[in-house]
C-alpha cells in the first residue's frame, strides 16, 4: 500500500528555535499534501493544504507566517514551525492524497514536538 | 458546513465479541465519502476501510464493516471478533472535495477498548 514517510517522529527544542518536518510519499506522486495538528485526546484539526508547485491554503485561525508550508516536489512537503514556543507543541501529522474520490489520505506516523 | 459527529467518548468491548462505533454526518453535497482511521497509542493514521455515498452496498475489509445508513445519515463501523489490538482511537472522517484534492473532516473519536 501507499506510504507516507515523516520526519523526525520527535523533536524537543529550546523556545524561539525554528523546526522543520519533512512528509514524503514513497511510492506515489502527492500533488496534494495535508498538515494537521492534533492536541492530547483530541482530533485532527486541519491547518493547511499543500500544493505542489504553489502556495499552501491555510485554514481559519492558522498563522501562515508561524507555520511555512514549502512543496517543493511532488513527494515532498515540508512545514516549519518558526521561532517556536511552548504553546507551539503539540502532535503534527502529515498526509497524502493520490488524488481524488475513494482513495484514503495516506498518513505519515506524526512528529511530537516539545517546546522548553 | 459540513460536521461530523461521534457521540460515543469511549467503549469497553470483551474480546471476541463485537462492537458498533457510532458515526453521524451532516453536508448538502450529494458526492461524498466516508472514511474511519485507527489511531493507536503510538500517533500514527491507519486507515481501515471506506463508503462513497453512491455506493450501494456496506463496505467491509476483514473484520471491520460500516454499517451505512444514508437516510439516517449515519456511518458505524462494526468490528468484529475484537481482539487486544483494536484497542485504540477510531475517527470517523467524510471527504470534502477541493479541486481533485480530497479533504477530510473528522470526528472527535471513540477510545475502544479492549478487554479480556
Known amino acids: 500500500g501507499a506510504v507516507v514517510s515523516q520526519h523526525p517522529s520527535r523533536v524537543i527544542c529550546k523556545s524561539g528555535t525554528s523546526v522543520k518536518i519533512e512528509c514524503r510519499s514513497l511510492?506515489?506522486?502527492?500533488?496534494?499534501m495535508f498538515w494537521y495538528r492534533q492536541f492530547p485526546k483530541k482530533s485532527l484539526m486541519l491547518m493547511a493544504t499543500s500544493n505542489e508547485g504553489s502556495k499552501a491554503t491555510y485554514e481559519q485561525g492558522v498563522e501562515k507566517d508561524k507555520f511555512l508550508i514549502n512543496h517543493a516536489s511532488l513527494t515532498l512537503s515540508t512545514l516549519t514551525v518558526t521561532s517556536a514556543h511552548p504553546e507551539d507543541s503539540s502532535f503534527y501529522i502529515c498526509?497524502?492524497?493520490?488524488?481524488?474520490?475513494?482513495?484514503?489520505?495516506?498518513f505519515g506516523d506524526g512528529t511530537r514536538l516539545s517546546i522548553l | 458546513a459540513q460536521k461530523i459527529t461521534q457521540t460515543q467518548p469511549g467503549m469497553f468491548v470483551q474480546e471476541k465479541e463485537a462492537v458498533t462505533l457510532d458515526c453521524t454526518y451532516d453536508?448538502?453535497?450529494?458526492?461524498?465519502?466516508l472514511f474511519w482511521y485507527k489511531q493507536p497509542s503510538s500517533g500514527e493514521m491507519i486507515f481501515l476501510i471506506y463508503?462513497?455515498?453512491?455506493?450501494?452496498q456496506n463496505a467491509t475489509e476483514g473484520r471491520y464493516s460500516l454499517n451505512f445508513q444514508k437516510a439516517r445519515k449515519s456511518a458505524n463501523l462494526v468490528i468484529s471478533a475484537s481482539q487486544l489490538g483494536d484497542s485504540a482511537m477510531y475517527f470517523c472522517a467524510m471527504r470534502e472535495l477541493i479541486g481533485t484534492a480530497s479533504k477530510l473532516t473528522f470526528g472527535t473519536g471513540t477510545r475502544l477498548q479492549v478487554t479480556l
Open positions: 498526509s497524502a492524497s493520490q488524488g481524488y474520490s475513494n482513495q484514503p489520505q495516506h
Open positions: 453536508t448538502s453535497d450529494p458526492s461524498y465519502g
Open positions: 463508503q462513497g455515498s453512491y455506493d450501494q
Open positions: 511510492d506515489f506522486q502527492a500533488t496534494t
